[in-house]
């Protein structure tokens, strides 16, 4: 073999190099570019929600559902056996007829609010196994809604019962609707800023 055979034989090896490490770095760019493809998909479906069916979201709106009735069915509850039990008491009899109506009202209240929040249970045993579940939690929602609302009345026409038998009249509208006032900002007037606020942000 020549001096220049030789030669040409070194050439072509390192052409064949070259290209063997061209193609290399084109494959690892390549798995460079799938390997943010997963993150960048991932940022997406994080930017959309969830990635759930139809009736998985519904199994999971309706167990943080129950957990929220919990709540609130254990104050409803204990607020409606105390209202039961004042009409056996001896001061009841020297009740005005005003006061008498009020204390009515507000059994009548307690006991809606007591019907709306229990709704859910008897409404998800009677639809059970007819593939509505996302409706069933929509009704559910509104039953315990309504019964929230409930709940907001027969507490302010409690606390004015009793502030009108332990205190001077006079200052008993100023303190209900003070408290009445606490109880809008919390259970309504902040969680609707909250979501219009951090909704808007998201969508941005």
């Given at each position: 073999?020549?001096?220049?055979?030789?030669?040409?034989?070194?050439?072509?090896?390192?052409?064949?190099?070259?290209?063997?490490?061209?193609?290399?770095?084109?494959?690892?760019?390549?798995?460079?570019?799938?390997?943010?493809h997963?993150?960048?998909?991932?940022?997406?479906?994080?930017?959309?929600?969830?990635?759930?069916?139809?009736?998985?979201r519904?199994?999971?709106?309706?167990?943080?559902?129950?957990?929220?009735?919990?709540?609130?069915?254990?104050?409803?509850?204990?607020?409606?056996?105390?209202?039961?039990?004042?009409?056996?008491?001896?001061?009841?009899?020297?009740?005005?007829?005003?006061?008498?109506?009020?204390?009515?009202?507000?059994?009548?209240?307690?006991?809606?609010?007591?019907?709306?929040?229990?709704?859910?249970?008897?409404?998800?045993?009677?639809?059970?196994?007819?593939?509505?579940?996302?409706?069933?939690?929509?009704?559910?929602?509104?039953?315990?809604?309504?019964?929230?609302?409930?709940?907001?009345?027969?507490l302010?026409?409690?606390?004015?019962?009793?502030?009108?038998?332990?205190?001077?009249?006079?200052?008993?509208?100023?303190?209900?609707?003070?408290?009445?006032?606490?109880?809008?900002?919390?259970?309504?007037a902040?969680?609707l800023?909250?979501?219009?606020?951090?909704?808007?942000?998201?969508?941005?």
């Amino acid at each position: 073999m020549t001096d220049g055979e030789a030669g040409r034989g070194r050439e072509s090896a390192g052409g064949r190099e070259n290209t063997v490490g061209i193609h290399e770095t084109g494959e690892g760019g390549h798995e460079t570019r799938q390997g943010a493809h997963p993150d960048g998909q991932e940022g997406h479906e994080n930017r959309r929600g969830r990635q759930e069916t139809a009736d998985e979201r519904a199994d999971r709106q309706w167990q943080d559902l129950m957990q929220e009735i919990r709540v609130v069915q254990t104050g409803v509850q204990i607020l409606l056996g105390f209202l039961l039990t004042v009409v056996f008491t001896p001061r009841f009899e020297s009740l005005g007829s005003t006061d008498k109506g009020i204390y009515i009202l507000t059994v009548v209240l307690g006991s809606l609010a007591t019907g709306a929040l229990i709704a859910p249970v008897p409404f998800h045993r009677i639809v059970a196994g007819r593939r509505i579940k996302p409706q069933a939690v929509t009704w559910a929602s509104r039953l315990t809604f309504l019964g929230i609302v409930l709940l907001l009345a027969t507490l302010t026409s409690a606390l004015f019962l009793i502030l009108r038998v332990a205190t001077d009249n006079s200052i008993v509208p100023w303190i209900v609707a003070g408290v009445a006032a606490w109880y809008l900002l919390c259970w309504f007037a902040l969680p609707l800023w909250s979501r219009y606020r951090y909704t808007a942000r998201r969508k941005e």
